[in-house]
């Protein structure tokens, strides 16, 4: 019988909070390697990163894949990365998972009127019986 390959040839050693996290939902080594990489470029969230991935992969139909993307193109938003203004809209309609990420998504493109657009925002929520269903219904598209 062959010797079986060390496990960390190919890169850099896996980070033990990524590893476990893996472990926990069956990630499969080629896409922890990935995930690891992308999380090493982003020291400052790290914690919340590891927490929001924690609690989105542990949803139904999650996507590994696409979390990964999103982490490498900066779409992925966990509350300790979404600026002051947008947590305190999140926690004040106790927005869902989806509704606050397409806030996020929505509101990172627009940087420059992002102050007037949450304004906007939390008046049309004010009224609201389900503020996340009407969020993503004024973001879609």
Same mark, same amino acid.
């Given at each position: 019988? /062959? !010797?079986? !390959? $060390?496990?960390?040839?190919?890169? !850099?050693?896996?980070?033990?909070?990524?590893? /476990?996290?893996?472990?926990?939902?069956?990630?499969?080594?080629?896409?922890?390697?990935?995930?690891? $990489?992308? =999380? =090493?470029?982003?020291?400052?969230?790290? #914690?919340?990163?590891?927490?929001?991935?924690?609690?989105?992969?542990?949803?139904?139909? $999650?996507?590994?894949?696409?979390?990964?993307?999103?982490? #490498? &193109?900066?779409?992925?938003?966990?509350?300790?990365? +979404?600026? &002051?203004?947008?947590?305190?809209?999140?926690? &004040?309609?106790?927005?869902?998972? %989806? /509704?606050?990420?397409?806030?996020?998504?929505?509101? +990172?493109?627009? &940087?420059?009127? =992002?102050?007037?657009?949450?304004?906007?925002?939390?008046? %049309?929520?004010?009224? $609201?019986? %389900? !503020?996340?269903?009407?969020? =993503?219904?004024?973001?879609?598209?």
């Amino acid at each position: 019988a /062959a !010797p079986a !390959p $060390a496990p960390q040839d190919d890169g !850099p050693p896996i980070d033990p909070q990524i590893r /476990a996290l893996c472990r926990e939902f069956n990630i499969e080594d080629r896409l922890m390697r990935k995930l690891n $990489a992308v =999380m =090493m470029r982003r020291p400052e969230s790290f #914690d919340e990163d590891v927490q929001t991935l924690r609690e989105r992969l542990g949803e139904p139909r $999650a996507d590994v894949g696409v979390l990964i993307t999103q982490l #490498d &193109k900066g779409l992925f938003v966990s509350l300790g990365c +979404m600026p &002051k203004p947008m947590v305190e809209l999140v926690r &004040k309609y106790g927005l869902d998972d %989806r /509704a606050s990420q397409r806030l996020a998504e929505s509101i +990172m493109r627009r &940087k420059e009127t =992002m102050l007037d657009d949450l304004r906007d925002l939390d008046v %049309r929520l004010a009224s $609201a019986d %389900r !503020p996340s269903g009407l969020l =993503m219904t004024l973001l879609q598209g």
